[in-house]
């Protein structure tokens, strides 16, 4: 099972490599828009530093991407300004619809519990037969939206690689795929914010 859950994490992240090259292609005809991808650990800083990033706008669509508490969206709600509109997202592919729709400046929040949950529903963590190709198809998906968006947009995401090495086999998985991940979306990204104990540094 863990031999068997390391080669499809290798080859779903060979696939993406390979469809993320496809875009770039496709995308140096799009319209460009200010992206930033802001990476950091838990509790690094890098949400409140995002909502900083988009502080000077009044309308700002706040995609909270992964599974989101009452109590803890109620307080996010709190302490955003009025003219932010917070959105939960019922199902995975709702964040790149959201993207190609949107009509001003979009926060994504985030990108690690966006993908915990698709890497549940595509049957990765039990390794359902095809799930690598589901996923391709979620994170292609998610990769045209960010690419081609229109308007500002900054994505959240975690620094999953400069910890220890994780002991199961899904958690691994998860590591590998997010890893690829961010480094498809920061080639897609005009800024890369990295944060550490609250502090920015501005990656080149």
Not at 60 to 75: E, I, S
Not at 165 to 186: I, M, Y
Request: glycine share 8%; proline share 2%; net charge positive.
């Amino acid at each position: 099972m863990r031999t068997q859950l390391r080669r499809l994490a290798r080859l779903a992240a060979t696939r993406l490599d390979a469809g993320a090259r496809a875009l770039r292609r496709f995308a140096r005809g799009a319209a460009a828009a200010e992206r930033t991808l802001v990476i950091g650990g838990v509790r690094s800083g890098k949400s409140r530093h995002a909502e900083r990033l988009l502080s000077r706008h009044h309308q700002v669509t706040y995609l909270a991407a992964g599974h989101q508490d009452p109590a803890r969206l109620a307080a996010l709600r709190s302490r955003l300004p009025a003219g932010w509109l917070v959105r939960e997202l019922g199902d995975t592919s709702d964040l790149a619809a959201a993207l190609h729709t949107a009509t001003g400046p979009v926060l994504i929040e985030c990108l690690g519990t966006w993908l915990g949950r698709v890497l549940d529903e595509v049957g990765a963590r039990r390794a359902a037969e095809g799930w690598e190709y589901r996923l391709d198809e979620r994170l292609l998906e998610f990769l045209q939206a960010w690419s081609q968006t229109r308007h500002p947009a900054v994505a959240v995401t975690n620094d999953v690689g400069s910890g220890m090495e994780p002991e199961s086999a899904t958690a691994r998985l998860f590591r590998d795929v997010l890893g690829t991940l961010n480094t498809q979306v920061s080639a897609h990204a005009d800024a890369v914010h990295l944060m550490v104990a609250g502090r920015v540094l501005e990656l080149g």
